[in-house]
């Protein structure tokens, strides 16, 4: 998947450069965006190979989006990035769309693992 064009969606600018900057130099193509709102109008005019999407966000939260996307029945594969990490959270996430659900914090070389 090296290479991928990836759709980050993540509020605070901190970890979204820090994510960012890994991928990039591991080979990917990352957007980010900091709000679920523009990911929604992104995705709808843009192909992406890789949704990865806070939940914390302001406005329409990142759960809100998966449900969307999924509802819109779009493919994308999803993976929740996230603060909220308890057993609850993940289920929830894994049970609204999400493919796949990492913590915060996390190890970059588990995300891209992932």
């Known amino acids: 998947m090296i290479g991928a064009r990836l759709l980050m969606v993540e509020d605070e600018e901190r970890i979204a450069r820090f994510v960012a900057e890994g991928l990039l130099e ?3 193509q990352v957007v980010c965006l900091p709000d679920a709102e523009r990911a929604r109008d992104v995705l709808a ?6 949704l990865i999407l ?3 966000l302001p406005g329409m939260s990142g759960m809100e989006l998966c449900r969307l996307v999924r509802g819109q029945g ?3 594969p999803i993976l929740v990035l996230t603060a909220l990490d308890s057993v609850e959270d993940r289920v ?3 049970r609204n769309g999400a ?5 915060k914090p996390f ?3 588990e995300l891209l693992a992932r």
């Open 26 to 28: 591991s080979g990917y």
């Open 45 to 50: 005019r843009e192909a992406f190979d890789l």
């Open 54 to 56: 806070d939940l914390l």
């Open 74 to 76: 779009l493919e994308i």
């Open 92 to 94: 929830d996430g894994l």
């Open 99 to 103: 493919d796949d659900y990492l913590g």
């Open 107 to 109: 190890r970059f070389e």
